[in-house]
């Protein structure tokens, strides 16, 4: 009685390429010119008979059971039975967008396979790889780029995504210098100047509310004190964005000054003696003295000014008086001013 047997060279294999051998290794013995009948059971069976069945590619995955039906001249019936595996390959396809040089991208993956766990290989095109199934990628430096996605089954199978072109576009730099140029009292004036590269539109933002858009040169003119945060914001036609930020310190000037003479003689010219402008000047002391030391003039109100006369209300000699000048400005500070004016009496 014959003893039905055949190997097969791999039993799992992927349908793209799958090429099934099966070896009749069946003992006849001495059961010459027995018949021998294939069956190989799935969505499209195949029969075959004859001694050696040749290579079958399948074309449809899953389990398949093969079975061989061995009848000897005297109607001695021997069977086998062994199953392989027909393996889908993973449809994939990638889903991304364009960029921007230094944004991370996240990319993802449309992914068809019905079992089994894949491993991935992404190649972003820029020397990099990952094995994640959805990576996120950064870019350093822009240009033109072609992702490609290859999936491998738990079975060994090779799906191969379409290679998906992806444009990296510049990114802006947003520097820019600032440049004190003037005060006057609290007013401060200042000038903005981009020195960054690629933006097609800047908008400025400044601490005190104001705005501004455009690539020249910006004057803004301030009303406060102290530290001031100033920010630019760069975009370019593509979507690409960078920003800078840097504080500026307004301080206002003082801007006043005392003359060396002044002509107390009721002409309305160059009457009076005191400084050139009031503003801003607090806890104020302003005190003259004549050559002997006497106090001939004394007032805590920076809109007194000195007339030239005695504190007995007479004018006083032609001469030199000396000064002395004290207040605190508002920028905080104290100022003090010593020094002398020339009264004349033309």
Avoid at 8 to 21: D, E, R
Avoid at 47 to 70: C, E, F, M, R
Wanted: aromatic share 14%; glycine share 10%; proline share 6%.
């Amino acid at each position: 009685m014959p003893k039905a047997q055949f190997t097969v060279n791999l039993k799992t294999q992927c349908i793209a390429t799958n090429n099934f051998t099966f070896v009749n290794t069946t003992l006849e013995n001495g059961n010459p010119g027995s018949n021998y009948d294939w069956a190989i059971v799935g969505k499209s069976p195949v029969v075959y008979s004859g001694k050696d069945i040749p290579n079958q590619t399948l074309a449809d995955t899953g389990w398949h059971d093969v079975y061989l039906l061995v009848t000897s001249p005297n109607n001695c019936l021997s069977g086998f039975q062994d199953r392989i595996y027909v393996a889908e390959t993973p449809q994939v396809s990638i889903t991304g967008r364009d960029g921007c040089q230094g944004e991370p991208l996240q990319f993802g993956r449309n992914l068809i396979l019905n079992s089994g766990t894949p491993s991935y290989a992404w190649e972003f095109g820029d020397g990099r790889t990952s094995n994640v199934g959805s990576p996120q990628h950064t870019y350093s430096s822009a240009g033109s780029y072609v992702l490609k996605l290859t999936v491998t089954s738990d079975k060994g199978c090779i799906g191969k995504a379409m290679d998906f072109p992806l444009q990296i576009f510049t990114k802006p730099s947003a520097n820019f210098t600032t440049e004190y140029l003037l005060s006057r009292g609290m007013e401060t004036d200042w000038k903005f100047t981009y020195t960054g590269s690629g933006a097609d539109q800047l908008n400025w933002k400044f601490g005190d509310g104001q705005t501004d858009i455009g690539l020249a040169p910006v004057y803004k003119t301030f009303n406060t004190t102290g530290d001031f945060r100033v920010g630019l914001f760069a975009s370019t036609a593509n979507g690409c964005r960078d920003s800078a930020f840097t504080s500026i310190f307004l301080k206002p000037e003082l801007l006043m000054w005392l003359p060396n003479v002044f002509t107390p003689n009721v002409d309305g010219l160059n009457d009076d003696f005191g400084p050139s402008s009031t503003f801003g000047l607090e806890r104020y002391s302003f005190k003259i003295y004549d050559r002997w030391g006497s106090k001939v003039f004394d007032t805590d109100n920076p809109e007194n000014r000195w007339n030239g006369l005695d504190p007995e209300g007479k004018p006083i000699m032609e001469g030199m008086y000396g000064y002395e000048l004290l207040f605190r400005y508002v920028d905080n500070k104290l100022y003090v001013y010593k020094g002398t004016v020339m009264v004349l009496r033309p």
